[in-house]
């Protein structure tokens, strides 16, 4: 049978899958990208570092907003029909909490450069300049933004982690689908299979 884009209400779709994906390898890069600039000790590499580190932020930025405009238009599957209720709750608060990240971060990333007293231009991919957000210039504010950007890069390690050991937990331990279907695109029939 054909895979649909949409989602069903036991499987994601080509379209949330691939962008569920390419976000989370992105993100993860990000974070250990991040790390890597601010250790190496070249000054010419660690500016070529952080200007792909904020092209990156960008293209995440606008990912994650049409992640998030996907997800409104078209819903996500329902949990296996064994789920508890406490993780009925804690599974979209979860999930609240890391599309949260994946917008602040970028943001922050983007104030902290608008802050800067550099005045270092931000050229996505060197295709155009990005203008700075309407914040203060000045070393205190530069120091702050660092501060909030650091603070959630660690926030998103932890809950990226604990993301992913969930979705281990519910393939190996509980046997569910809730793995698989963020795996494998949905399919007309999928509709009306058991969980």
């Not at 909490?97 to 270092?120: F, M």
């Not at 950007?149 to 937990?169: D, E, G, K, Q, S």
């Not at 393939?171 to 698989?180: N, P």
Request: glycine share 6%; with cysteine; hydrophobic share 55%.
């Amino acid at each position: 049978m054909a895979f649909l884009i949409r989602n069903t209400q036991t499987r994601y779709g080509w379209i949330a899958i691939l962008l569920h994906w390419l976000i989370g390898l992105l993100f993860i890069g990000q974070i250990a990208l991040g790390l890597a600039m601010v250790r190496v000790t070249s000054q010419r590499t660690a500016f070529e570092l952080i200007q792909l580190h904020k092209s990156l932020g960008f293209l995440l930025l606008g990912l994650v907003a049409l992640r998030l405009g996907w997800r409104l238009a078209n819903g996500t599957p329902n949990l296996p029909a064994g789920t508890g209720l406490l993780e009925r709750r804690a599974a979209p608060a979860a999930h609240f909490a890391l599309y949260a990240l994946q917008l602040l971060l970028p943001l922050t990333g983007w104030a902290l450069v608008s802050a800067s007293v550099l005045e270092i231009p931000t050229m996505p991919f060197d295709l155009f300049v990005m203008p700075n957000l309407p914040v203060a210039v000045s070393d205190a504010g530069e120091a702050w933004w660092r501060a909030a950007h650091a603070c959630l890069a660690y926030a998103a390690v932890v809950l990226v982690t604990i993301h992913v050991l969930a979705a281990l937990r519910h393939h190996f331990r509980l046997g569910d689908t809730v793995l698989t279907r963020m795996i494998l695109p949905s399919r007309q029939r999928d509709d009306t299979e058991p969980e």
